[in-house]
Every structure is written in C-alpha cells, then in structure tokens.
C-alpha cells in the first residue's frame, strides 16, 4: 500500500461571516489558520483519498462540487473520496447561513472548492511505500454530556455551569481515541486521529481550528518527521463544558454570550490532552492488513420532523427575535437559542420535505474500514454504529459527505433539549442510520 499526504490552507478573507450561531459574526482575524489535509491511498489497483476539512458545516451541493472538482482532476471513482467537516464554529460560512440572511463570497466558495481539489491532488502526488498500524486510548475529562435532566425534571441543554438544578448527565460521553499511524518509506510518517467532542470552545471572531488544529499542532512538533490529520468522530450531544469546573478549568475560559465557557486556551487544553493520549499509545501500535481499498456508498431516508399545529406559535418566537427583541420572551442564555431554534425548524419544514436523505461512505483498506454518516448524531449512536461493525477497526466520522443536523436518539425526543427540540429530523431516524451504515459495511466486508 502506498498513502500520500498534503494540506492547504483555506482561510477566509477579513470580514467573511462566520458561521455556528444564531449570531452575526464577521471575521476580524486568524487565530490559528484553517487547512484542508488529505490523506491518499493507492493499492497499485485503486485509490481513495480521505479528507479533513477546518470548517463547520456544507450543504450537499458543496461536497458534490469538491467531488467532481477531485474526480475530473485525478480520474477517481467519486465513492473514493471521503470528506470530513471538522465542525469548528470559529471557521467560515460557506453558502448559506442556517441561522441568518448571511451568504458566504463566490470567490471565496470557488477557491474553497479548487483548495480541496489541490489537497486531493498533491496528496496522491505524495505517495510513498507504506505499513498502517493501529492502536487506541482514552482522552479523559475533556468530552461532557451537554444534555441535562434537572431537578425540577426539565430537561436542559447547556444549562450552565455551577448550577444548583443540574441533577445528572442524560448519558456517557465516549472518550476513546483512535489512532492509524501510517510508517512510510523514505517519506514522513501520517497520524489520522479520530475522537469525538462538539469544537465549539473558542468563540468570537478571530478565525481558528479549535481543538483539532492544536491536536495537529502538536503532534508535529513533538513527534519529528511526522505528519498529522484529525477526523471528527460522533458529537452530537456532547461537548467541553464541565459544569462542575475545576478552579484550574474556570481560571482559562470565559463565560460566552449564551452561558458557555470558551477560549482559545481551552482549545489548547484539549489538544494538548487528546495528543497526550496519542503520544502514550503512538510506540505500541499494531499492524494492521491493509493490501486492498474498495469503497461503497447508499442513502437513506430520515423523516421529517413538522409541527404544522405550532405555526402560530412559533412565528411569533421568530419575529421577536428578528426584531432583536429578546427581551419579549420569557427565555435566557441557552433556552433563547433552544426556542428560536426549534421555531425554524418548525417554519422551515412547514411545506415538507417529509424526508431527508443522508449519504453513507465507506472506505475499505485492507481490515481496517472509515465509515462516514452526514450531520451529527448522539454518541450512543456512534457506539451502536461501531458495535454492530464486522470490522476490527473502524474509524467512524459524523460530518462526512453529507449535509445535516442533530440526529437524536428517539429516546431524546421525549426528553427534550436544544437539540431534539430543534433537529429537522423525526424520532426513529438513529434506527434507520444504524441499520443503513451495518448493512453497508457488512457489504464491503
């Protein structure tokens, strides 16, 4: 097997929107600089190329643009390639914004597209005699549940820290982190590391990575000769917030805009431990059988979630907060951001679509396979993906060449919280996901 590996920066010009909040954001600076890394694959018969891209979310057209950018370039089956979204809420509005009027540049969407081209291209220029080995560790005390029953059996997300009505956690957030290590002949080594918490612990308007860039950063410097891609893993209910903070954990973040504690050095902090994990277990790693790559794709179909008989309802939490007056409604912090969001979806979806379809992708290389599902599901779902695999490693990516949003557990649906209350998506739809990815990777295996 051979594997290449390439990164091109894609950061956007000063005063581009910034998109993962129902706030305007403008970009005032970078942080820290923003990257499409490839990683290809070639077994003499087939190539693959897997994708990290610094940026929150796409809607399908983009990644399908990306595509036939790469295949028109290099001659690729489109199935081969595999694009993940870091998710970072520091990073670039592409298109649309979902929470505003907001549109991202043409120029800056055309050099977008040619940048993740490049990557694809210069990776598979790269290519270099290669081994692949795995192993696994734990990155402790960084992930959280952010869905909360509270005492007086409401059920919050993000409720804040330090607050006296937080009963439990609704839920185990997975703390494991997978490494490929990718030894090379007379070319640096590749680590493509997978883990799985919401990025969204920097805040403001200065441009930067979060989490993941310093996970890359890191390894790099510590490790010589060596080369590091991260690819995001299930996060949907799940982020870096203790509510029970340490002294030390209070002392570097700020309280946000909506209750949230963020900074760039807890960004740094996280890095640094998920890289700390990959260090301990980077020296007993396993080799893994990697002499071919198939790769295979299906969509599935994820109902809708209307609420036609709240219309009434929820245009008037929608007109309030076009009208910046918040003050009207009887919500603070994270409920405020809650409220609106399930008054769009409700107005959104309110002449269908009765379904969504969400994209599936596997890539095979050798015993070892990437499984991509579109938006972000709970990591219950993750871990059910993962336990139904046939495979013994399984790298499993939330984000990934498919546009989307939460996708909840149906449990989640008579809780409540942020994400069940403003997910586009129907009770049932984790059933139908779990059930199309363990019917594709048992056709790839």
Same mark, same amino acid.
């Given at each position: ?17 910034? *998109? ?18 490839? *990683?290809? %694959? ?48 520091? $990073? ?121 860039g310093f996970v890359c950063d890191i390894l790099e410097k510590a ?52 890289? $700390? ?6 020296? =007993? ?9 198939s790769f295979a794709s299906k969509t599935v179909h994820l109902p ?12 008037? =939490? ?46 095979? =290389? ?5 499984? $991509? ?17 046939? %495979? ?23 809780? $409540? ?29």
């Open positions: 097997m051979k594997t290449g590996f390439s990164k091109v920066c894609i950061n956007p010009p000063y005063g581009a929107p910034i *998109v993962g909040y129902y706030q305007k954001r403008l970009t005032k600076g970078i942080a820290t600089d923003l990257f499409a890394r490839a *990683v290809a %694959f070639d077994d003499g018969q087939k190539k693959a190329v897997i994708i990290a891209l610094d940026l929150c979310i796409l809607a399908q057209k983009y990644y399908e643009a990306m595509k036939d950018a790469i295949c028109e370039a290099t001659g690729m089956d489109k199935d081969a390639i595999y694009i993940n979204c870091s998710h970072t809420h520091t $990073g670039p509005l592409v298109g649309k914004d979902f929470a505003s009027d907001l549109h991202s540049s043409e120029s800056y969407d055309a050099y977008l597209i040619a940048s993740v081209r490049d990557a694809a291209v210069y990776a598979l220029q790269d290519l270099a005699e290669s081994t692949v080995e795995t192993a696994e560790g734990q990155a402790k005390n960084i992930s959280f549940i952010r869905r909360y029953r509270m005492k007086d059996g409401y059920v919050a997300t993000n409720p804040g820290v330090n607050n006296e009505n937080i009963d439990h956690a609704l839920g185990t957030p997975n703390e494991t982190v997978k490494l490929l290590k990718i030894v090379r002949e007379n070319a640096d080594d590749i680590y493509m590391v997978n883990f799985g918490t919401h990025p969204d612990s920097v805040g403001g308007e200065y441009i930067c990575a979060d989490y993941m490790i010589p000769n060596s080369k590091c891609i991260f690819l995001l893993g299930p996060q949907g209910d799940v982020n870096h917030v203790n509510v029970h903070p340490t002294p030390g954990e209070s002392a570097i973040s700020t309280i946000d805009f909506d209750g949230v504690p963020r900074s760039l050095k807890h960004a740094e902090h996280m890095g640094r431990i998920i890289a $700390g994990s990959v260090l301990s277990i980077c020296s =007993i790693t396993e080799k893994v059988e990697t002499d071919t790559i809708s979630h209307q609420e036609n008989d709240r219309l009434e309802e929820a245009k008037h =939490i929608s007109d309030l907060y076009t009208a910046g007056r918040t003050d009207e409604l009887p919500f603070k912090e994270m409920e405020l951001t809650t409220a609106v969001a399930e008054a769009k979806r409700i107005l959104n979806l309110q002449n269908g679509p009765e379904s969504f379809p969400f994209h599936l992708s596997a890539i095979r =290389i050798g015993n070892l396979v990437f499984a $991509g599902i579109g938006g972000e599901p709970f990591t219950e779902i993750g871990n059910r993906i993962r336990a139904a695999s046939p %495979f013994d490693t399984t790298i499993l990516c939330c984000l990934t060449n498919s546009a989307g949003g939460y996708i909840p557990t149906t449990q989640a649906y008579s809780e $409540g919280g942020y994400e069940a209350r403003g997910s586009a998506l129907r009770a049932g739809g984790d059933d139908i996901m779990v059930e199309g990815m363990t019917a594709l990777l048992n056709e790839l295996k």
